[in-house]
């Protein structure tokens, strides 16, 4: 765990390079006072060897053991005279043990016992034959290293003792290196002490350190947590300039941008659910499986059924779209429960979680469906309801041309249907141009006080004849006074024509037709009602279009022309008023319709 840790990463680095670096400086040091050392004490033994060569040049040279154990004592150090022949003179008692002579550090002295002066070449010993020659050339000679005949490591200097001009012998003083190692190790102990001591002080600092620099970070990565979870008011404090100070800058205008476009992003997210819930056609999306994405409370009306997400599409529906699933758009037409529904679906061009997906635009066109149905009903009507007039016009007038009639009541009777025919004929035309002129609102009316008592009864004394002869009962059911309505009397007779032919045609015989007149709030209503088949009520809404029949089968003998319920309610809405039906099947219908009071009479 804490390896994934920026600050223990951070921690680790700096460490690692204070160590680093204190191991390349206590190395170097070592070595830089190694040499200082080395160089030190070879300067102190030249210095007192020289010291010693100019006073033995200038001694006697009487006993030379006791002047080499003294110079040695003086100079710390073990100290051979040699005479210009290279021969060993005299070597102080501090050079070795050996058998208790001085001569014992040289090796092979042990035979000499405690002569001092031996006459023995000193090659060999701490000098080889060149450095002996050199140092009575002399030259002053320094040397370290390893002598396998003191199996320790010694530093020599060899120094010429000279009389003028002229080398009488030499002077040299050697030295374990011991004494520079014991130096050396207290130095190196004093540097490894202080080294701890500074990767202590470093590691604190170092962890302090990263802390401090790694905290910004830390706040920026809780910050952008939030962001991830939808908060983007989140905002990190801007510490210091630097790098870390212009990121926290940088991250908070970051956070307002985001913060805005988010916004801006949810409220034209919304704009669009607004508007698809608001549609007039439904929105279905749905996988290839059938599980529903989105519906709108559109798309659930004309389907009826519930369309939460995550519900399942019945088969039948599903089938006709499956084909936008696998990436082709289709159009087409799917009739569901008693409903047509125009189809677009195409598929959704984005990965979803749930695989293939489509969208549907789902579009009621039933009531289009059933204007077209009766718009071509329309023209098949017009064409026969023209065509039957106009043949028996043309039959009974080319007999009459011809001399088919043999004699005048016969010639009367052709006479008679070319003129009744060619009077419904005109009454067609008449009521055509009649539903135009309301269509487009040039009706004229000639409006006066019309007393609904009087246009009742007299309309029922003028129908009670013809409803007789199919064997119909008419009753008339008036409220007393009844105020007066403002009105196109001819054309409100009208109305009630067609209302109670329309009723004569749809009631069998035995039957019972009821006109009936009452106030109904601040309107007048009237109703014609009977006991006849009575209307389906998926037809109900189309009665009142022009040439709309209830019962196609009929023959065209009893069957209007089908303008009737149409004219009825163009004439009604003409006079500010409306229409009503209620059917139950099997029971009869029932037609109102109410015109408003006429407004003297009310404050009357």
Not at 151 to 173: F, H, Q, R, Y
Not at 235 to 251: H, I, T, Y
Not at 343 to 349: E, F, G, I, M, N
Not at 402 to 419: H, M, N, P, S, V
Request: aromatic letters at 6%; charged letters at 20%.
């Amino acid at each position: 765990m804490i390896s994934r840790s920026i600050t223990a990463k951070l921690w680790l680095l700096l460490v690692s390079l204070v160590v680093v670096s204190l191991l390349a400086i206590g190395i170097s040091l070592h070595g830089l006072l190694g040499n200082y050392y080395y160089r030190q004490q070879a300067q102190t033994m030249l210095d007192k060897g020289e010291l010693l060569a100019r006073s033995l040049a200038t001694g006697s040279g009487g006993d030379l053991a006791g002047q080499a154990d003294l110079l040695g004592r003086m100079a710390g150090t073990g100290v051979m005279i040699i005479d210009r022949q290279g021969l060993v003179l005299s070597c102080s008692s501090e050079a070795g043990p050996g058998d208790g002579s001085g001569m014992g550090m040289m090796g092979r002295g042990r035979g000499y016992g405690r002569m001092m002066h031996g006459n023995f070449p000193v090659t060999g010993m701490h000098l080889e034959g060149a450095e002996v020659q050199q140092v009575l050339a002399g030259n002053t000679v320094v040397k370290r290293g390893y002598q396998e005949a003191f199996n320790t490591s010694m530093l020599t200097v060899a120094v010429p003792i000279k009389a003028g001009n002229e080398v009488n012998g030499a002077v040299i003083l050697f030295a374990p290196e011991a004494s520079l190692s014991a130096a050396m190790g207290a130095m190196s102990r004093l540097i490894l002490y202080a080294g701890l001591v500074a990767v202590l002080l470093a590691t604190i600092l170092a962890l302090f350190a990263a802390r401090r620099v790694t905290r910004p970070l830390k706040s920026l990565s809780l910050a952008a947590r939030q962001m991830a979870r939808g908060d983007f008011s989140v905002r990190v404090p801007v510490a210091s300039a630097d790098e870390l100070g212009q990121l926290a800058g940088s991250f908070n205008f970051l956070a307002g941008e985001l913060s805005r476009t988010v916004a801006a992003l949810s409220r034209e997210k919304e704009k669009l659910n607004r508007v698809v819930r608001d549609m007039t056609d439904g929105v279905l999306a749905f996988t290839a499986s059938g599980r529903v994405l989105f519906a709108n409370p559109r798309a659930e009306k004309l389907l009826g059924l519930p369309l939460s997400p995550g519900a399942e599409l019945p088969v039948e529906l599903l089938e006709p779209l499956r084909a936008a699933v696998v990436g082709e758009g289709t159009t087409g037409e799917i009739n569901w429960q008693e409903r047509v529904l125009a189809v677009r679906a195409a598929p959704l061009q984005e990965e979803d979680p749930y695989g293939e997906a489509a969208v549907a635009i789902l579009q009621d066109i039933t009531t289009q469906k059933k204007m077209e149905q009766m718009r071509r009903e329309f023209l098949a009507s017009v064409s026969h309801e023209l065509r039957t007039p106009l043949s028996f016009i043309q039959g009974y007038g080319e007999a009459l041309a011809d001399g088919l009639a043999t004699d005048e009541k016969e010639r009367q009777e052709y006479t008679g249907i070319i003129l009744a025919e060619a009077n419904r004929l005109r009454r067609l035309v008449d009521d055509l141009f009649d539903l135009n002129k309301m269509a487009a609102g040039h009706l004229p009316l000639e409006l006066a006080e019309v007393d609904p008592r009087e246009l009742v009864t007299g309309v029922a004394r003028k129908y009670q004849p013809l409803l007789a002869e199919h064997d119909l009962a008419l009753e008339v059911d008036l409220e007393p006074h009844l105020p007066p309505v403002w009105a196109d009397a001819g054309r409100l007779e009208q109305v009630l024509v067609n209302l109670l032919d329309n009723a004569r045609r749809h009631t069998p015989p035995g039957g019972r037709i009821t006109i009936s007149a009452g106030l109904a709030g601040r309107e007048l209503k009237i109703s014609v009602a009977d006991t006849g088949r009575g209307i389906p009520a998926g037809e109900l809404p189309y009665i009142w279009e022009r040439f709309y029949k209830v019962d196609k089968s009929r023959s065209r003998g009893d069957s209007g022309s089908g303008l009737g319920l149409a004219i009825v309610k163009g004439l009604v809405e003409a006079h500010g008023g409306r229409v009503e039906v209620v059917s139950e099947p099997g029971r009869g219908s029932t037609f109102s319709f109410y015109l408003p009071l006429h407004i003297d009479s009310e404050n009357g």
